[in-house]
C-alpha cells in the first residue's frame, strides 16, 4: 500500500512539474504571437504607404497617346 502511494505521489509530481514547463511554454508563446502580430501589422502599414506612393508616382507618368 505503501509503494503504491509512493507512486502515486511521483506521478502527482511529474504532473505538476509538467504542468509548470507547460505554462511556462505558453508564456513564451503568447509573448512570440504578440511580437509577430505586432512585426505583421507593421509590414501591413509600410506596404500601405508604399502602394500608396506608388499610386502617386504611377499618376505623375504622362500618359502616352497611341497612334493607329
Known amino acids: ?3 503504491d ?3 502515486l505521489e511521483d506521478k502527482i509530481t ?3 512539474s509538467l504542468c509548470g514547463s507547460l505554462h511556462e511554454a505558453n508564456v513564451q508563446l503568447q509573448g512570440d504571437l504578440l511580437k509577430a ?3 505583421s501589422d507593421t509590414l501591413k502599414s509600410n506596404m500601405e504607404q508604399a502602394s500608396i506612393k506608388l ?3 504611377l499618376d505623375k507618368i504622362p500618359q502616352s497617346e ?3
Open 55 to 57: 499610386e502617386g508616382l
Open 37 to 39: 502580430q505586432k512585426g
Open 1 to 3: 500500500m505503501d509503494a
Open 66 to 68: 497611341e497612334t493607329a
Open 14 to 16: 511529474q504532473l505538476v
Open 5 to 7: 502511494i509512493k507512486i
